[in-house]
């Protein structure tokens, strides 16, 4: 089924696509809550209450670019949400210092993607999050400073050292 249509049938209350649009996009979905939460009841929730938003909103959707990556955008702001209002970031932002550390480049032929995500997931919540947004989401400094709410000066320190972080365990 195409997108608009998709949509059309959401909107006039079908059920069945509500099912087929929530089926279609949140295993991967899950996945993206999973890079912000350590644990899967809190990325169940990001994305439970992420879907919410986009079937309240659903009618907002223009059509005009890709209704996934729309939907993408609304869970990434809900896992931002949350954690801003659990205080993570006001609390885990701050001048944590982590050593430079130069290492083999091999390294990472050697890595597993599971390794890699698991310490990704033991950064500390603040390296995480900007990680998650400038790295893997795409986001610029200046976005990133405005979603979370943090200068872009301690946007582009928090990304360092969640470098710094990530090199070091390699």
């Known amino acids: 089924m195409q997108e608009a249509e998709l949509v059309k049938k959401c909107l006039s209350g079908d059920q069945k696509a509500c099912k087929e649009l929530y089926l279609g996009y949140a295993p991967g979905l899950l996945s993206l809550c999973h890079r912000y939460f350590n644990h899967t009841a809190e990325a169940e929730d990001a994305l439970q209450e992420g879907f919410i938003k986009v079937f309240q909103s659903l009618e907002t959707w223009k059509g005009t670019g890709f209704l996934g990556a729309w939907i993408r ?7 931002i949400s949350r954690l801003q209002s659990q205080y993570y970031l006001s609390t885990q932002l701050g001048e944590e210092y982590i050593p430079e550390v130069h290492n083999d480049p091999d390294i990472f032929n ?3 993607y599971d390794e ?3 310490i990704i997931k033991d950064m500390p919540v ?3 999050t900007v990680f998650n947004l400038c790295i893997i989401e795409g986001y610029s400094y200046e976005e990133v400073s405005n979603m979370i709410q943090i200068k872009e000066g301690t946007c582009r320190s928090q990304l360092h050292k969640a470098k710094n972080y990530l090199a070091k365990r390699l």
């Open 110 to 112: 050697q890595l597993q």
């Open 73 to 79: 955008r609304i869970v990434v702001n809900t896992c």
């Open 126 to 128: 603040g390296y995480r």
């Open 116 to 118: 890699l995500e698991k």
